[in-house]
């Protein structure tokens, strides 16, 4: 008997419908269901270009299979700008990714047909070419960094390109409103962050980082020059810093304005608590000289339990309601012993942090006035 017939039956007393010219139709489309034709597997050849027809080298092209049966594949063009690879028959995503430093962005190229007929893949750069350097607040161009440039509006080209000796260029995609930023590698030299670019053609353009120098000595706790000492300026997102060198010296540029600056100890001693300078107005060379010096706190970190030395325990001293969240930390060596130097006349919560073993301890509203010598007693943490 026909099985299509039997199962029929079977579902029609159970479910009191009849199914059998949906199973004669699935029926039907099993058996007329015919094997796909293999796809023809296609040497595809091609080449990317500049703006002036001149092979790119070390183009990444990044392939996708968009359609049935396609697959992924990746290749990078010659010195000639060429490239080859075999693909299946289909349609394809192509991402070319352009080496650092020509200025050009990652491009999309959607519903690319490879065919037995259509073996090639090409493409050539167009655009609107701008070239330019970059100046230090010095005048004397900028030895190295990074150029960042996007269009505003429909369009979201992007394009980050490293400098050398402060020349850049850029081929972006037609006339607009872009925006140009510069991060100089050296953080001695402010960035310049969104300057607007109005292009209607090739341009040429000369960027200069503006700034004025600050200069001076960190002296370390013991009054003598600070080395590895860092001067932080900041304001309204334009930030630059320096670091102190041998004699606790230094140098760097900012922008004319207002500031306090952040002065932080080396990262080797963060026992010293980081200073902030009054209230600056930056409008010609200045000089800045600061001191680490300070109230020293020390003592002995010790077991409630029996007095003993406690090793390699963190103690902190945060400032009170400071809008930097500053705080000084030592770690005890073997014989307990810890040093903090603190800025005098502050509010500090002392904390035994980051102690494996310990409970918790914070010792809240001790004010910086004299050098002062106390133990610190600990519990052993609860099992």
């Known amino acids: 008997m026909d099985p299509v017939r039997v199962l029929s039956r079977r579902l029609r007393g159970r479910f009191g419908i009849a199914l059998v010219p949906v199973l004669l139709l699935l029926a039907a489309s099993c058996s007329n269901q015919l094997p796909t034709k293999p796809l023809a597997t296609v040497h595809v050849e091609g080449s990317i270009r500049d ?89 004397a161009s900028l030895d190295s960094g990074h150029v960042q440039i996007y269009s505003e509006g429909e369009g979201n080209y992007y394009a980050v390109q490293q400098f050398h000796s402060g020349s850049f260029s850029f081929l972006v995609p037609g006339p ?18 969104n300057q607007a670019l109005a292009v209607t053609g090739d341009t040429t353009l000369v960027i200069q980082i503006h700034g004025v120098p600050v200069a001076g000595r960190v002296l370390g706790p013991d009054g003598a020059g600070l080395e590895g000492a860092t001067i932080d300026a900041e304001r309204y997102g334009l930030r630059s810093y320096g670091k102190s060198g041998p ?98 006349g502050k509010e500090y919560d002392l904390s035994i942090i ?7 301890l914070v010792i809240r509203g001790l004010v910086a006035g004299a050098d002062s010598t106390f133990d610190v007693y600990v519990d052993n943490a609860i099992p």
């Open 51 to 139: 703006r002036d027809g001149a092979g790119l080298s070390g183009v990444q092209v990044h392939i996708f299979g968009s359609g049935f049966g396609t697959t992924n594949a990746y290749a990078m063009t010659d010195s000639t700008g060429a490239f080859e690879l075999d693909l299946l028959e289909g349609k394809y995503v192509i991402y070319l990714w352009a080496p650092e430093g020509l200025g050009l962005s990652d491009l999309r190229l959607d519903n690319v047909s490879v065919t037995p007929d259509s073996r090639r893949i090409d493409y050539r750069y167009t655009g609107i070419l701008i070239r330019g350097t970059v100046l230090a607040p010095t005048g």
């Open 176 to 193: 607009g409103m872009y925006r140009v930023s510069v991060h100089p590698l050296k953080d001695s030299f402010p960035r310049l962050d």
């Open 247 to 344: 004699g606790g010296t230094y140098e760097f540029w900012v922008p004319e304005g207002g500031y306090r600056f952040l002065i932080s100890p080396p990262y080797d001693m963060t026992f010293i608590l980081a200073r902030i300078s009054s209230f600056v107005t930056i409008s010609g060379p200045t000089t800045l000289d600061v001191s680490l010096a300070g109230t020293r706190w020390s003592g002995l970190v010790r077991s409630l339990a029996d007095s003993s030395v406690v090793s390699d325990a963190g103690i902190s001293a945060a400032v009170v309601a400071d809008s930097y969240n500053r705080r000084a930390i030592d770690r005890t060596g073997a014989d307990g012993a810890f040093e903090l130097v603190l800025e005098p």
């Open 354 to 360: 980051n102690s494996p073993g310990l409970q918790p």
